[in-house]
């Protein structure tokens, strides 16, 4: 049995809510390892708590939040929200673990990842949002000397580990380029993860998501998750428009909240664009949607560098439901969709490419069947979650250098 301590800033409380963080954490408890999660809640809103979900120990904190916008409160939430998680759980941050396991980006939790630095036995950083160049090429962080300041306090907690997994083959060249290579640290391939589908989950079922579909005879695409900026929320809306005018019964359906979320509801309450938004829903009931559409959107923004790989396609993936993937072209996740026949690349900010995949998709039932089967088999092939546990759970215990 290992100790193992997980230091996140999204960890889901709900009974029947997941994500990433969790479902992990949950699978390295059923192995019988001790699991603590010090969960430093980026969002800032649910309550401090300490619970017991699924055998895992979660203590949970909400980020500090200033009333105002600006350099403070930037200050406040980045740099004391970890302090403060951790003087309030000094129990877990003191421990010894022989595993602890830190999340992108590195700066929302400098100081457990210091503490761990120093006590934990091996240190296994996943690296998937790249800071603060992201947050620069969409305009939401300005300034250079500010970008340099935080690439050079990201860099210096990155390099206190002893292993790095990303997403691809392309993110694990674009982290040594971006953060340079240290002497005797690992950074090797670790694809994002999802459980399978579980057996008791009730699709096709038409009623409990008529509220969202409204009718049965159209041809539906969907785009889930966070409605923020760098997403391609506003190419989106522009292909949902283009699709619609061209095959009136074709209707994009965008769910989640964000940033943007107020944008998508504007539209979606015109007439006649295309548009269904919907808040977010229980999981049994997004996987229920799913099963009653065309494909799923992924979609990002032009002139970015940063290569990205979108966890929401997994959920499509599991479904068979083919990728189209609006994606910029320093990414090899459309090269990877392409190549498995599981989808549609094109590029990012294009909304008349976008469209066309949709329409394609609507026109031809076939194609989206095979492409959708496609889509799945890569599913099990790269991204289940045993898999994943797995690979770098053997990597880290065979390797005897740290």
């Known amino acids: 049995?290992?100790?193992?301590?997980?230091?996140?800033?999204?960890?889901?409380?709900?009974?029947?809510?997941?994500?990433?963080?969790?479902?992990?954490?949950?699978?390295?408890?059923?192995?019988?390892?001790?699991?603590?999660?010090?969960?430093?809640?980026?969002?800032?809103?649910?309550?401090?708590?300490?619970?017991?979900?699924?055998?895992?120990?979660?203590?949970?904190?909400?980020?500090?939040?200033?009333?105002?916008?600006?350099?403070?409160?930037?200050?406040?939430?980045?740099?004391?929200?970890?302090?403060?998680?951790?003087?309030?759980?000094?129990?877990?941050?003191?421990?010894?673990?022989?595993?602890?396991?830190g999340f992108s980006p590195c700066s929302s939790t400098w100081f457990p990842i210091f503490i761990s630095s120093l006590l934990s036995k091996k240190k296994l950083l996943?690296?998937?949002?790249?800071?603060?160049?992201?947050?620069?090429?969409?305009?939401?962080?300005?300034?250079?000397?500010?970008?340099?300041?935080?690439?050079?306090?990201?860099?210096?907690?990155?390099?206190s580990f002893d292993y790095v997994g990303c997403m691809s083959a392309l993110n694990c060249n674009f982290f040594k380029e971006y953060f340079g290579e240290k002497r005797g640290k690992h950074v090797f391939e670790l694809p994002i993860w999802s459980e399978d589908l579980p057996q008791d989950v009730p699709l096709n079922n038409f009623k409990k998501c008529a509220e969202i579909l409204k009718s049965n005879d159209s041809i539906y695409f969907i785009f889930g998750g966070q409605i923020e900026y760098g997403r391609g929320?506003?190419?989106?809306?522009?292909?949902?428009?283009?699709?619609?005018?061209?095959?009136?019964?074709?209707?994009?359906?965008?769910?989640?909240?964000?940033?943007?979320?107020?944008?998508?509801?504007?539209?979606?309450?015109?007439?006649?664009?295309?548009?269904?938004?919907?808040?977010?829903?229980?999981?049994?009931?997004?996987?229920?949607?799913?099963?009653?559409?065309?494909?799923?959107?992924?979609?990002?923004?032009?002139?970015?560098?940063?290569?990205?790989?979108?966890s929401k396609s997994l959920d499509y993936m599991k479904l068979s439901l083919?990728?189209?993937?609006?994606?910029?072209?320093?990414?090899?996740?459309?090269?990877?969709?392409?190549?498995?026949?599981?989808?549609?690349?094109c590029p990012a900010g294009d909304a008349e490419a976008l469209a066309d995949a949709m329409i394609l998709l609507a026109n031809d039932f076939a194609l989206a069947q095979n492409m959708g089967r496609n889509a799945n088999i890569l599913f099990h092939k790269k991204h289940v979650l045993t898999k994943v546990v797995d690979g770098f759970m053997k990597y880290i215990d065979e390797d005897n250098n740290v």
Request: charged share 20%; glycine share 4%; hydrophobic share 45%.
């Open 1 to 101: 049995m290992k100790k193992i301590l997980f230091i996140c800033t999204k960890y889901p409380l709900e009974p029947n809510n997941s994500w990433l963080t969790r479902e992990m954490a949950e699978e390295l408890s059923r192995r019988g390892n001790s699991v603590d999660v010090l969960c430093i809640d980026w969002s800032a809103k649910s309550k401090s708590i300490k619970t017991v979900l699924n055998n895992v120990n979660v203590y949970n904190i909400p980020a500090l939040m200033a009333k105002k916008s600006g350099v403070l409160s930037f200050a406040i939430k980045w740099f004391l929200s970890s302090v403060v998680a951790s003087i309030k759980n000094p129990t877990v941050m003191f421990n010894r673990y022989d595993l602890t396991i």
């Open 322 to 345: 083919p990728i189209i993937a609006s994606i910029e072209d320093t990414t090899d996740f459309g090269d990877i969709i392409t190549e498995e026949n599981a989808g549609i690349s």
């Open 126 to 159: 996943i690296y998937w949002d790249f800071f603060p160049i992201h947050q620069s090429q969409i305009n939401l962080i300005n300034g250079k000397f500010k970008e340099k300041v935080l690439k050079f306090f990201e860099r210096r907690l990155v390099h």
């Open 233 to 310: 929320v506003e190419c989106i809306l522009d292909a949902a428009r283009i699709a619609h005018a061209k095959n009136p019964h074709i209707v994009t359906i965008i769910i989640g909240n964000g940033r943007l979320a107020e944008t998508v509801k504007n539209v979606a309450n015109l007439k006649d664009n295309g548009v269904i938004y919907s808040d977010l829903i229980p999981r049994t009931d997004y996987l229920n949607l799913l099963s009653f559409c065309r494909g799923g959107i992924i979609a990002t923004v032009p002139n970015v560098s940063v290569p990205t790989y979108p």
